[in-house]
Structure formats: C-alpha cells, structure tokens
C-alpha cells in the first residue's frame, strides 16, 4: 500500500476514523465506500471515510 508522508497508509487512515476495524474491513471501506483507487488525495478519502463511519456510528 502506497504510504503518505507521516508513513500511514491509507488502511491506518480507515483505522484513524473506524478504531475497531481489522484489515479486511477496512480494505472493504476504502475500496467500496471511497473513489479510491481513482482518487488518491488523502484528504478527499479522509473526507470520504469521516462521512461513512458517521453513517455506522
């Protein structure tokens, strides 16, 4: 997994906003719940990822 520049990749930023998710479903979200991989701007998929795990909470 490419890494950004603090070294978090973009599973550990899944993680940051879903703390109890494993790799495996974070894998899902980042694939099926964000435009990743076509989007790769890590504050577009931060974005992203903060809106989903609203709707889980």
């Known amino acids: 997994m490419p890494e950004y520049p603090d070294g978090m990749t ?5 993680k940051k906003h879903i703390t109890d998710a494993d790799d495996s479903y974070a894998d899902h979200i980042l694939w099926d719940k964000t435009e990743f991989p076509f989007v790769k701007d890590p504050k577009i998929l931060e974005k992203q990822i903060v809106e989903f795990a609203k709707g889980i909470k």
């Open 10 to 14: 973009y599973l550990d930023l899944v």
